[in-house]
């Protein structure tokens, strides 16, 4: 990318390309696509046809009606748009109303069950108070066999041999234990507590029925005549007797119940008593295991120190180079009081040769390696190195024969075009070496001592050939210049080419092959130029005048006839 449009500039118009060119010597391109080349060609001037103002006219109109149905098609559906929002906001407060209704008619519904439930509460909480005090009993001996299934466990775990340290599982399991202890504890105190709470009520209640009915009773025996004394008093009686027989066996039963309560107590405090000396047991078995922790840690410690001290051994033994094989198998069934006595030997010997270089023969060993790789490394690169001076030699050759190849026929271009313009002349280019030597293009072999390019011109058969533009007239300078835009355009084609009056510095002679030529050259390239000469005019095809009206200038498509007249 930075090789094709590395120099090529984006310009806004023609007038900025052309200052770009000028100032930098850069290609530029405008955003409608004209070229304006360094090397002084223009290329564009195409018209879009699709870009004319009646279609443009003709497009918009049908777009500005497309668009007014468009837009009525958008109102009308908004509209309707509107008229479904309208109902569906009817119909969401319709909605809305319903489901009030229904809330209150619930709400109502809601109230009437709640008091129905709160009246069979109050009529099942009498039913109850019976079933809660038959199942305290049931409850307490449940609670009891859990505690004593919990104590045969502990008992169990108490005969199992310790060990040395507890598993998170079972510490999460003591953990768990400890607390449904404490919960239990607490649930059985409630648990009591509301027992004699229950108990108290039962017999204040009984107390007070069985006096309203002696109250009661009194006062029928008062009321009764003579001879319904005696049935009304058995009656009384076995009435008596039989809530003294119940009374007797709450009393019976309370008693029962405060001695299962009792006892309960105590199998809980021995439970309790079990589980202080299992904690206490706990807390000496995880200080054992805390004493082993900080063992094994000093064990670590010591075990990291010597696999330091090992790794230290293993870089002394690889610093010492490879051992042969009989000497790996030597030492392997030798004691370690043995090895340490032979090393220290060894070493009180090592000392006298502290100054030698022990791995001298490893070093010299991978040196010669080091060596090797570089002398193959070395030949790789000079392979590389003759690849690049073959690949530049190939590249000169190149483009050695492309430039001899533009030059030669930019030359004989040249020739022709010359010929042409003045036909019993003759002209070509030629080059200078370093030594300012005049030479042919045929006997050039190295481009690289061209430092130029002269042009060799005889404007008569029989004339001397000129070398030096200093010394043809201004006249010929101008026609040699067209023949060299000439011939460089029939090298490098251009779409258009722009010429401004470039006969009128010409000889009169000249100025009838220059508009021949410029007609054969506008069959491959358009040509547009000014001029104020006749000669150009009879080759044109179109013909533009410039009129200037109130100081304004005017340009108008006019004849040939017209053009002549105006050139008169």
Do not use: W
Not at 295 to 312: G, S
Not at 528 to 549: A, C, M, P
Request: hydrophobic share 35%.
């Amino acid at each position: 990318m930075k090789n094709v449009f590395g120099r090529t500039v984006l310009c806004r118009n023609m007038q900025v390309a052309f200052h770009f060119v000028d100032e930098y010597h850069l290609d530029c391109i405008t955003l409608e696509g004209d070229q304006a080349l360094r090397s002084g060609s223009l290329c564009g001037g195409y018209r879009d046809k699709s870009r004319s103002t009646i279609l443009v006219y003709k497009n918009y109109t049908l777009l500005q009606k497309l668009l007014n149905e468009t837009e009525e098609e958008v109102q009308k559906i908004k509209n309707e748009i509107k008229d479904i929002r309208d109902e569906m906001t009817q119909y969401t407060t319709d909605k809305q109303k319903l489901e009030r209704k229904i809330m209150n008619a619930k709400s109502a519904s809601e109230h009437v069950k709640s008091r129905k439930i709160l009246l069979s509460d109050d009529l099942d909480g009498v039913k109850e108070v019976r079933a809660k005090k038959e199942k305290l009993q049931e409850q307490y001996h449940s609670t009891l066999e859990v505690l004593q299934a919990r104590r045969t466990a502990l008992e169990s775990e108490l005969n199992h041999e310790m060990t040395s340290h507890l598993s998170e599982s079972e510490q999460m399991e003591v953990d768990q234990l400890n607390n449904d202890i404490r919960r239990l504890t607490e649930e059985c105190k409630k648990l009591f507590s509301e027992r004699l709470q229950l108990q108290y009520d039962r017999v204040l209640l009984l107390k007070n029925t069985f006096t309203k009915q002696h109250e009661t009773l009194s006062e029928t025996l008062e009321n009764l005549k003579e001879d319904s004394i005696c049935r009304s008093l058995d009656l009384t009686k076995m009435i008596l007797e039989s809530m003294s027989k119940d009374l007797d066996d709450i009393q019976e039963q309370l008693k029962d119940t405060e001695k299962a309560i009792q006892e309960t107590k105590e199998e809980q405090m021995s439970v309790l008593d079990k589980l202080k000396s299992q904690k206490a047991e706990e807390t000496k078995i995880q200080k054992e295991v805390d004493d082993y922790d900080k063992e094994i840690k000093l064990f670590a410690a010591k075990k990291n120190t010597l696999m330091i001290r090992i790794e230290e051994c293993n870089e002394s033994i690889a610093k010492l180079g490879p051992l042969p094989l009989q000497e790996q198998t030597r030492y392997q069934n030798m004691g370690t009081k043995q090895i340490l006595k032979m090393l220290t030997g060894v070493n009180r010997k090592l000392k006298k040769f502290h100054k030698m270089n022990i791995q001298a023969e490893c070093q010299y060993a991978d040196l010669l390696n080091k060596d090797k790789n570089a002398k193959l490394k070395l030949e790789s690169l000079e392979e590389g190195y003759n690849g690049i001076l073959e690949l530049l030699h190939v590249l000169e050759t190149q483009k050695n024969d492309a430039v001899l190849f533009t030059f030669r026929q930019a030359s004989e271009n040249f020739s022709s075009m010359f010929k042409k313009l003045v036909p019993t002349g003759r002209a070509q280019l030629t080059m200078k070496t370093s030594e300012n030597d005049v030479v042919r293009i045929e006997d050039v072999a190295d481009v690289s001592t061209i430092k130029g390019v002269g042009i060799s011109v005889s404007f008569d058969a029989n004339g001397l050939e000129v070398h030096d533009m200093k010394e043809t007239s201004g006249g010929e300078k101008s026609l040699l210049a067209l023949t060299l835009i000439f011939a460089l355009q029939k090298c490098s084609p251009v779409p258009f080419c722009v010429i401004d009056e470039v006969d009128s510095m010409l000889d009169g002679a000249y100025r009838p092959a220059l508009a021949q030529l410029i007609s054969e050259l506008s069959k491959e390239t358009q040509f547009i130029v000014t001029t104020h000469g006749h000669d150009i005019i009879n080759y044109g095809d179109q013909f533009y005048g410039v009129k200037n009206i109130n100081q304004i200038s005017h340009v108008n498509i006019i004849t040939k006839q017209e053009a002549l007249e105006f050139m008169a």
